[in-house]
């Protein structure tokens, strides 16, 4: 089942609105043999066959009695794709082993069901914590309706953002920074804030070492500008023919603002909210209503604050530079007011620490909320 979460991780890039999806097809022990695996394969983007189908078309011999492991529920329904329950029973597989339930509405414990009618020996529950991270995004979209909401920060070991004068550039060195732009390729939006736009004039476009071939689309850039202050000249303006940019701003902005940034080819979206700070409830779900299931928060300390506060934040992911900044007025990425009691404080399950170069990533789950 490890072996088949590596798989699926392989297809991050491209399989969405499709989960992440990996299968490995083992013949198991028996008059005195080890078992062996026979074939495997994962999903790799919408259209194309699923990890099942890769893996059974790939064994070396008929897989008839063997066990498929499989890190989401086989399928049962007619998609882009036919069944992967059919492709399992017409190729004789004993007993499938499953990670973890689908929580697709037209899947939901019927594909494991329509299996178990059938005679096969259906196991679930594998490494369920795991296949569940793995498809995290996905979980939280068909479950609650709103995508997956990342909060990523670069600071100074003192938790700075930048300097008293603003300058931020760059606290983390170049192992951190690309790691970052992995990140960004896996996400459908980038957000951030007029504030980090004005101050930074970003691009929010992600450059990883390498992209695929094909399936890859870049995230949609997300500015909160209440009052469309937004220069003409932005960067992300300039950019908008090679990744889309939606600006979302206040009700009682006049059309004719919303119209000029129309016409330089971004989309404007009126929400909820106030001149000083937009319903971010409502900015989740449009985003939602887009097909948006993973957002990265990129934005300065305002938008961090406002969506820890708004109990909107999944997951943290900060990059600490072992550097002091220090000045009472330096920004850090979480301000507000701030709780009384240390043991009221955020705290993150299921941590990774990751080394790059001189840096630290600290990355954890603030809520599963699935």
């Known amino acids: ?48 066959p699923h990890a099942e189908r890769e893996a059974l078309a790939a064994c070396v011999e008929p897989p008839q009695g063997a066990t498929a492991y499989v890190t989401l529920e086989p399928c049962c329904h007619h998609g882009a794709t036919p069944p992967c329950t059919e492709a399992l029973l017409q190729a004789g597989i004993a007993r499938v082993v499953v990670a973890v339930a689908d929580p697709f509405p037209q899947v939901r414990g019927k594909g494991i069901e329509l299996l178990r009618q059938h005679g096969v020996q259906v196991d679930v529950g594998l490494l369920e914590e795991d296949a569940r991270y793995l498809n995290r995004f996905f979980f939280h979209f068909h479950t609650r309706g709103l995508p997956w909401v990342i909060l990523k920060a670069a600071v100074s070991l003192d938790g700075k953002l930048a300097t008293r004068t603003g300058h931020s550039q760059w606290i983390t060195g170049e192992e951190a920074r690309a790691h970052a732009h992995e990140i960004r390729a896996e996400v459908q939006a980038i957000l951030a804030g007029i504030q980090t736009v004005l101050a930074d004039d970003p691009r929010l476009t992600p450059r990883p070492a390498s992209l695929p071939e094909a399936g890859w689309h870049p995230p949609l850039r997300v500015v909160l500008d209440p009052e469309l202050r937004i ?44 001149a000083h700070r937009l319903n971010l409830t409502e900015v989740l779900g449009s985003l939602a209503r887009s097909g948006v299931s993973g957002v990265l928060v990129e934005g300065g300390a305002r938008i961090h604050t406002a969506f820890l506060e708004a109990n909107l934040v999944n997951e943290v992911m900060v990059y600490v530079a072992p550097s002091l900044i220090g000045g009472k007025e330096a920004p850090t990425f979480y301000m507000g007011r701030g709780v009384d009691t240390i043991q009221q404080s955020m705290r993150l399950e299921r941590l990774r620490r990751i080394h790059l170069g001189e840096d630290t990533l600290i990355q954890g789950i603030l809520r599963w909320r699935l």
């Open 231 to 274: 220069p003409y000249d932005a960067q992300l303006l300039k950019t908008v023919k090679r990744a889309p940019v939606r600006i979302y701003c206040s009700r009682e902005v006049p059309e004719t603002l919303a119209q000029a940034l129309r016409g330089r080819g971004a989309e404007v979206e009126r929400t909820g909210g106030t």
């Open 1 to 48: 089942m490890r072996r088949a979460l590596d798989l699926a991780q392989q297809g991050r890039l491209t399989v969405h609105p499709n989960p992440r999806v990996g299968c490995v097809v083992v013949r198991p022990a028996g008059k005195g043999e080890p078992s062996r695996i026979l074939g495997e394969g994962y999903h790799r983007r919408q259209g194309m």
